[in-house]
């Protein structure tokens, strides 16, 4: 099957700083990506939809100028989280959209645990 | 307004006890059903797509079906690997997923 990449898989920072999150669709290209975020017990919670070549959608109450979203290529995404708080932290798992021969699928990424401390 | 449920939110099999899962949906026009696993500190996994009624899928010890108002995961003999949350979504004509709350599937020994 298709192969989603997250990198890092895990990071720790200090209030106040920045950390951009890479999602990489490793095997086919993808036009449009998406971006969760998981609180422990709970269901995934989608963010914002990331099209390439254009500005990213976010959901209602996520905000933008927060959670900077760039779909550079059509194998790349990156999720930046500004100025991190604490309440930031959390589990966030991309996924990308493959479309071929008909079919319309989805594959998720591994994920990456953020802490901030 | 799209809707997924599924049901039961919890369950506890022995070794080699099948079961079956249930993902109901009231949707404007099906563009396809997908099935996933979650392991707990992990990204879905994916595992099936349906597109239409009557349409089935094997893996392994999962199967799933699909009618016009909801789809089964059938795990048959079940191995405690088998343990993980199992996740059913729909998506819109932007391919935005709608999920179901998941049901927590646990197999002993």
């Known amino acids: 099957g298709a192969v989603v990449s997250q990198h890092p898989s895990r990071v720790i920072c200090k209030s106040g700083t920045s950390v951009k999150i890479e999602c990489r669709s490793l095997?086919?290209?993808?036009?449009?990506m998406f971006w969760y975020r998981q609180f422990p017990k709970q269901s995934l919670m989608l963010m914002a939809t990331?099209?390439?070549?254009?500005?990213?959608?976010?959901e209602q109450g996520v905000e933008k100028d927060k959670f900077l979203i760039n779909h550079a290529s059509l194998t790349l995404s990156t999720l930046t989280v500004t100025s991190a708080h604490p309440e930031d932290s959390s589990f966030y798992i991309c996924?990308?959209?493959?479309?071929?021969?008909?079919?319309?699928?989805?594959?998720f990424g591994p994920g990456t645990r953020l802490t901030v401390l | 307004e799209d809707q997924v449920t599924q049901s039961p939110e919890a369950l506890r099999l022995q070794e080699g006890e099948s079961s079956s899962l249930n993902c109901s949906y009231t949707?404007?026009?099906?563009?396809?059903l997908f099935w996933y696993r979650q392991d707990p500190g992990k990204g879905p996994e994916f595992l099936f797509t349906?597109?239409?009624a009557g349409e089935e899928k094997e893996k392994e010890r999962l199967k799933a079906t699909l009618t016009k108002k909801e789809s089964f995961l059938h795990i048959t003999a079940p191995k405690p690997e088998d343990s993980a949350t199992y996740l059913c979504?729909?998506?819109?004509?932007?391919?935005?997923?709608?999920f179901g709350a998941g049901t927590q599937v646990v197999v002993t020994p």
């Open positions: 996924s990308a959209r493959a479309l071929a021969g008909g079919t319309d699928t989805q594959y």
């Open positions: 095997d086919f290209q993808a036009t449009t």
């Open positions: 990331s099209n390439e070549g254009s500005k990213a959608t976010y």
């Open positions: 949707v404007s026009g099906l563009r396809g």
């Open positions: 349906l597109y239409s």
């Open positions: 979504a729909v998506p819109d004509s932007w391919g935005k997923l709608q």
